[in-house]
């Protein structure tokens, strides 16, 4: 038998690198191929050290060019600068990375770890593949093609045949338990994935004008329980469940396997060794059918290109499985993105266009292998530990939109919430984790958070000023408008009432006049004022909201304050050649020096 072993390791933030690296994963077992598929932080590092490991790494860019968080250790391991420059001599390594091409950063994790692992004595035959979601097809663009080199190198190293794989594999089975007690978690223990809180919900307002074009809520949970505490700054953490009208959509699907919603289950890897199972399969979260259909499968999500690999092999109807097999076709990837993600169509749909295909499904084994797992949602805490004690409060935009099917499309996060009654006495499973800004609350602060990107702000402000009694606090926010969303207006005019020196908000409002205003127009008006604060008191400069044009605004309008001020650091203005380059780099260091932060999402 062949000894050589390829270990797959995903860094994934949202699901999609880890479908690619299980996708690989399950084509190596068809081809009998010794292989393992995890998180970079689930394995040993010391692994990639013994013989005849082959490694493929796939990861994706979070943030302003972060690491997923499940990447992160790893990551601090091989940057640590004690590390042996041969620690990987004789590695054989390939990278897919997946990223946005609308993002400055754009695959910056893959192109880092590729470089990284090089430095440290690994080889790669072939070049890096960076996947853009805004090809045409999607990640599938620079994907397919990078595979077809890969299978072709890997096949230099195994003896398989790419034309004759083995059937169809399972990665889970179900264990069915005789009728065991269900007994609820009573851990004492800081509250996480595995044992979280169950928070009960006692708001749901709307916090938009009614005739506003989005409809944004104001939550609030009640979380009096020393298993939940948090700091200004910290994201709360959510595991949202499936909607009753998809799950009876489901049910109505397969209505031939007569589920009990109440037989209890159990989630097993059928690979122990090989396949790494989720948090999300954990036995203390799925107890049941009924757990499984509710909480686990992600049904309101866009099927990615594993799901009908998956779904044209179970399939026995002629016409179906053609149907299936042309969308994998490379000539049939237009179609694909035209059934699928040009219009955003759910798993359910498609389940639904093709009804013979789900009556080859005989049991449910086949669709936890079929239908990904729906993953936590993170929040910034809108809310103050010391203003609001043990109560937490999110600032949440609903998502919803049109595409060309009738059906409006719904995040399964944002509209699940939207739709839950504080009077039904709803919990919903949480926990804490550490948000991105590392400040001292002592210091200045200017803060820069357009939309629900106020959310954090209001946290570290309410902390500043009722805790600690301290001023210099700025606050750049924009809206659309003064009276559809200016968030907590009413809160902020009574806080400069009562202490007028405490807090400065400049709100800019995009829409209320002919010519637009930005946040960053604000900003220039006030050069110097944010010149001092930056150079002279050392203030903190946050940045939270979305991450596609704002934050690249917000920094070249530092950069423009740079420059307006140059004079003032003894720069000749009339090189402006030598000024322009000054800022550029006045604005890196800061935030290298962790005095610029940023915190977003798309």
Known sequence: MNAKKVIILYGSQTGNSQDIAERIWRRTKTLN????????????????????????????????????????????????????????????????????????????????????????GASSPIEVCLCDEQHPNG?????????????????????????????????????????????KLTSTQPANEIEPFYAKLLRNDRATDQDHWQNVRLLEFDCNTERVKYEPGDVLVMRPSNTAQNVQKFLDTFQHLNLDLNQQIRIVSNYPNEFELDNETNENLIKTVGDLIYNYFDLNSVPKQSF???????????????????????????????????????????????????????????????IPAIKPRSFSIASSPHVHQDKIQLLVAVVEYKTRLYETRKGTCSYWLSKLNPKEET???????????????????????????????????????????????????????????????????????????????????????????????????????IFDLIHNQKSFILIAGNSKRMPEDVLATLEKIIKNN???????????????????????TLG???????????
């Open 33 to 120: 191929v010794n292989s393992l598929v995890t998180s970079f932080d689930q394995y040993d590092l010391n692994g990639l050290l013994e013989k005849d490991i082959i490694l493929l790494c796939v990861c994706s860019t979070t943030g302003q060019g972060d690491v997923p968080d499940n990447m992160t250790k790893f990551w601090k391991k091989i940057m640590r600068k004690n590390i042996p420059e041969n620690l990987l001599e004789g590695l054989e390594f390939f990278t897919i990375g997946l990223g946005d091409s609308t993002y400055e950063k754009f695959n910056f994790t893959a192109k880092k770890l590729h470089k990284r692992l090089i430095q440290l």
């Open 139 to 183: 990640i599938e663009g620079a994907f397919s093609k990078w595979m077809q080199s890969f299978w072709k190198t890997l096949g230099n190293f195994f003896n398989f045949n790419l034309e004759k794989p083995k059937s169809y594999i399972h990665k889970f089975r179900l264990e069915y338990p005789n009728n065991e007690k269900i007994t």
């Open 308 to 370: 009908f690999e998956n779904f044209s092999q179970i399939s026995q109807n002629e016409l179906e499985k053609e149907k299936l097999e042309e969308f994998l076709s490379a000539e049939g990837q237009e179609d694909l993105f035209n059934y699928i993600y040009r219009p955003r169509r759910t798993i359910v749909e498609v389940f639904f266009d093709f009804p013979n295909t789900c009556k080859s499904i005989t049991d449910l084994e086949t669709l936890v292998d079929l």
């Open 427 to 529: 919990k919903i499973p949480i926990w804490i984790k550490k948000g991105s800004f590392m400040i001292d609350l002592k210091k200045p602060l200017v803060c820069i958070g357009p939309g629900t990107g106020v959310a954090p702000f209001r946290s570290i402000i309410n902390e500043r000023i009722f805790k600690y009694g301290l001023a210099h606090n700025h606050l750049y926010f924009g809206c659309r408008s003064k009276n559809k969303d200016f968030y907590f207006e009413d809160e902020w005019k009574l806080i400069m009432n009562s202490y007028p020196d405490r807090l400065h908000l400049h709100p800019a409002f995009s829409r209320d006049q002919d010519e637009k205003i930005y946040v960053q127009d604000l900003m220039l008006l006030n050069s110097d004022v």
């Open 566 to 588: 140059a004079h003032k650091l003894g720069l000749n203005e009339t090189d402006q050649e030598k000024i322009e380059e000054f800022a550029k780099k006045y604005v890196l």
């Open 592 to 602: 290298i020096s962790n005095q610029l932060q940023m915190e977003t999402w798309s």
